[in-house]
């Protein structure tokens, strides 16, 4: 057998040689490979030989040449065959441990307990198209329902019942798990709630946000799990586990996690519980926070999840109340002016009908008119899908508030003017209501018509005359209130079923992130850097920070460059004298404000009393029925017209 030469160069940390064999008096040949008819000698050599360019392999990311003491003229030609060779096996190899990193094991759902938790949801709704996601209804951007569904799967949590184990739970054989992963690849997987009891509370619209949704859903669970005939697993195993689900997925084992030995079962088969007596449901359990903000986007984040909700539990029918918060400013638009036309930097001083400009008390007054039970059909757009005939809501509270003075700042530019975008700001205002439950666009409807009132162009009444159905039982058409400043604030679980109970408070026990950190779980190791979660690199609060960081500098940047046009040239002051200028814009240019980063401009202004209106609630649930129908018998005759 023909053999390469010796590297004059070796790297200091490639292994030593093999010791030379001695030469043998048989002839070694391209084709003597009957290793049976070799000598112990020469076999001893060989082996060195082998275990030799595995180490080098596996240590040096260029191979190492063999060294060896046969030679024949071929040498040169075989020494970079050789390397060749070993270079493409251990780019295959890295390619194949990089391939299996990249895709999440699969996990057999017998081995798991599971149990039902519910989850605290907050996030940004602007690059979402709403919480809710339908089926064969394909969207311009993804829902939040679909995100959430996506990094369960991808944390193994949930287990959807077209991918359940039915029966004894046995698995069906390892050939039919690789077709489905290889089908699974090929189409995206299908979003299934099926099996895993998901409930929802709020249905948010696109582009509305939430800091206090809630979810109910069934996920797996640290518990240990009882089978009978199978030994525990080690808690080493255990650790590992627990590394791979922080990671966003689970290990193949083909030990259940934290069985029990069938010597510990009693003689009815149930458990004697040394183990599962022992588990803590908080500090032993999953980190489900910690592991699904670590696969969500940074606009999605889990604020806390409710280790045991009360039976029946439904995060849609057990909330009692919603509390939904609308954002503006005040001024609701760039003022003519701007803010450096009040020198004194009081918005409650402002000219009577200054475009931009809210009236607050107005706003206040008509929102106290929601409060109580009361038919919101003029306040709601009709889905007739639902064929909904009730449209009476009770709302707990509703008011307009301010959530901070500017600060004074008696600061001045290069010119001696007063500077008042960025140093005075705005105030930050919120339309707040509380109620049991809410109709589609409701909330949205109800800021439009407070809008309208602040800005002068309809009278606080207006609200009353819309929620007397029995004098305007149609909704008068009126655009609806911007979608970015709308905030799912809370969602309320109370004990009691009374509507009326002025308490209200919300009965769950919550686990949020940060809580219970260093304390010691089941396995004697510290959870602190699991349940933790809050503080520190890469915490929630961390996390939240960057967003924030990032879109306080876009607000510092443009709100300096606000500071410097404000300051330059001309600039319209009042000085509680009327101005001309200003008189003739607001002559000429009529603007309505509905939530939105700017007014719109309109032409004359129609009270909306006056405007023309949508059919009755019944008229258009009837409409809808009827279209249905006669959908139904074209499919029908086309059916018929098939066969024939």
Known sequence: MSSVPASPSRSSSSPPPPPAMEPDTEKDTDTDTDYTQWPPSRLISRINELEFQLKALSQSPTPTPVPTQYTNNNSNHRHSHQQRRAKKTQLLKRGAAAAAAATPRPIDPAKYSTRYIALRLAYLGQNYNGFEYHPNCPTPLPTIEEVLWRALRMARLIFPSKNTVKGNGA????????????????????????????????????????????????????????????????????????????????????????????????????????????????????????????????????????????????????????QYRYFFTQPAYAPIGGLSMHVDGDTSNRPSSSPGWLDLEAMRKAARSFIGQHDFRNFCKVDPSKQITSFERRIYHAEVIELGPPRPDNRSDHNGNPLRCISNPPRICAFVVHGSAFLWHQVRQMVAILFLIGQGLESPSLVSELLDVERHPCRPLYEMADDAPLVLWDCIFSRSDDDDDPERKDALEWVYAGDRQGEIGRSGSSSSSLLSGKYGRDGLMEELWRVWRRRKMDEILMGSLLDIVAGQGRRARLGGQRSPFLDGVRKNSPQVFAGGNTAKATGSYIPVMERRTLETVEEINRRYFRGKDRELEGRAEEQQGQTI
């Open 171 to 322: 698995v069906e054989g390892r050939e039919k798990e690789k077709e489905k992963e290889e089908e699974e690849e090929e189409e995206e997987e299908e979003i299934n709630w099926e099996g895993c009891e998901y409930s929802k509370c709020g249905r948010t619209d696109k582009g509305v946000s939430a800091f206090g949704q809630v979810v109910g859903i069934r996920v797996r669970s640290n518990r240990p799990l009882v089978v009978r005939g199978k030994g525990r697993k080690e808690e080493d195993d255990k650790e590992v586990e627990m590394e791979e689900m922080v990671n966003g997925y689970s290990a193949e084992d083909d030990t259940p996690l934290g069985t029990i030995d069938s010597s510990l079962l009693d003689e009815d088969g149930g458990e004697a519980d040394p183990l599962t007596s022992a588990f803590d449901p908080i500090k032993d359990e999953i980190p489900y926070p910690y592991i699904l903000n670590r696969i969500l986007p940074e606009d999605i984040r889990v604020l806390a999840w409710c280790p045991s909700p009360p039976p029946n539990f439904s995060a849609r029918f057990s909330c009692r109340e919603r």
